[in-house]
């Protein structure tokens, strides 16, 4: 016996919506009293018009089983091409990495049927696939940042950063998050409606000009009191990190934060240099110190030898600068900053228990002031006609105050939906008693430029 196969309807959901629009069009004719072709039913006109049967056309209007429009035209699209053959691409782009080979289609295409005796697919279809599979054509620079990131050493930052994040969550502690930015005289929008055209083109100064510096802290509540403050940067100077530095910061840690935030709070940091400040007994030794000053430095550790004696640099100056050199390596003082300093002798003067949380490098969704920077620096380029100094402080100053503790609580709880995200993809667990990583061990300088690549929805 012959399995009957389903009848399967052949009618396209553009079909259904033609149908019906012809029905309700004649419903109206028929309502006006102007029916043409000697037909007054709707239902023999539609048939008329149409072509189709009176069963069809009872299933198209009144149906429930017709396919929506965007699943449609996925069923009628080409046939993917199968996970086995997905799973090729990405080896291949890795070996011709390694083998400093640009990759392209055209020479992923030949290179796959060429390994390949099976292969079938072209250009288009390896295009499709290597977007299911999460490649995306653009600038590589643009992931600069997402690799640095996964670094094996930056995980273990971000996962040290989060478990304390934790922890001080559940110990009721407030975070207070700080940071250094810039504004530029000349700042405008990077992007604009024009037709090319002088009459339509934005006249912008040459050059970026002189700028102002912005450094401030904040919480769920909003603004630490007193501690935004901002001057007028070293027009000669390209980078503003070169304004910032441990004096300045020093003052403005002493005289504005710490004085101003709550006796428990947390100080959530990034890595720039001036707040990774070793303090000067944790200074490691540095390979092109010469041998006398290597060998001071090996003294003033009291490092012994084997016999356990301590070295004295008669003896040091007789060995080879080599040697030297993997002695200090091997004796390397822990990290420690000067910023965990300030906080150890701020608390033990006036009572407090401030803590640090230090966070992990090119993580502008951890540090919700970056937003606030960016919801500034946002606001200032689209009104910024003037191009004045005087006039881009004014608009910074009411910025900032617009920007109260609702936003404040709206960032916070952005980089609060991230970190738990992060835990997550980290797989980060919480063992009682487990001992901490050292989140300062393996830092580097944290130049990312964060608020151009900050968390916008």
């Known amino acids: 016996m012959v399995n009957e196969l389903p009848h399967i309807r052949a009618h396209r959901t553009c079909c259904a919506k033609i149908v019906r629009n012809v029905r309700s069009n004649l419903i109206v004719e028929k309502n006006d009293g102007k029916h043409k072709f000697g037909l007054t039913r709707v239902s023999d006109r539609l048939k008329f018009f149409t072509g189709l049967s009176a069963s069809t056309i009872q299933h198209l209007v009144h149906g429930t089983d017709i396919i929506p429009e965007s699943e449609s035209e996925f069923r009628m699209s080409t046939i993917k091409m199968p996970p086995e053959d997905e799973f090729k691409i990405r080896p291949l782009i890795v070996q011709m990495i390694k083998d400093k080979q640009t990759p392209t289609l055209q020479n992923m295409t030949q ?202 640099a008669e003896d040091l100056l007789r060995m080879k600068k080599t040697a030297m050199w993997v002695l200090a390596q091997d004796n390397k003082p822990k990290k420690r900053y000067q910023l965990h300093q300030w906080l150890d002798e701020w608390n033990a003067n006036h009572g407090t228990d401030i803590k640090l949380n230090v966070l992990p490098i090119a993580h502008p969704q951890l540090n919700p002031i970056e937003m606030m920077w960016n919801w500034t620096k946002s606001h200032v380029a689209k009104n910024n006609h003037d191009f004045s100094m005087v006039v881009i402080g004014r608009m910074t100053r009411e910025r900032v105050a617009e920007l109260d503790g609702t936003w404040w609580d709206k960032a916070c709880e952005k980089s609060h939906r991230f970190a738990q995200h992060s835990i997550i993809a980290d797989d980060i667990q919480f063992n009682e008693g487990e001992e901490d990583v050292d989140d300062v061990s393996s830092a580097e300088e944290d130049d990312s430029d964060a608020e151009n690549e900050v968390f916008m929805e």
């Open 111 to 312: 290179l796959l049927r060429d390994q390949n005796e099976d292969w079938k697919w072209c250009k288009s279809s390896l295009r499709k696939a290597m977007y299911r599979i999460g490649f995306k054509f653009n600038s590589k620079r643009q992931n600069y940042y997402d690799r640095l990131r996964e670094d094996e050493k930056n995980v273990a930052l971000r996962i040290n950063y989060l478990r304390n994040y934790v922890k001080f969550l559940d110990e009721g502690r407030p975070m207070v998050y700080m940071d250094e930015s810039w504004i530029n005289k000349n700042c405008r929008p990077s992007k604009c409606w024009h037709d090319g055209t002088n009459e339509t083109v934005d006249t912008v100064p040459n050059g970026k000009g002189p700028r102002w510096i912005l450094i401030g802290a904040g919480s769920r509540a909003g603004w630490i009191p007193h501690s935004f403050r901002m001057w007028k940067g070293n027009v000669d100077s390209e980078d503003y990190h070169s304004e910032m530095n441990a004096s300045v910061f020093y003052d403005w840690v002493h005289n504005y934060l710490l004085p101003n935030v709550q006796p428990n709070a947390v100080v959530v940091v990034d890595r720039a240099t001036y707040h990774m400040m070793l303090t000067e007994d944790s200074q490691p030794a540095k390979a092109i110190w010469k041998k006398s000053k290597l060998a001071d430095w090996i003294v003033g550790k009291e490092i012994k030898n084997d016999a356990g004696v301590l070295y004295v």
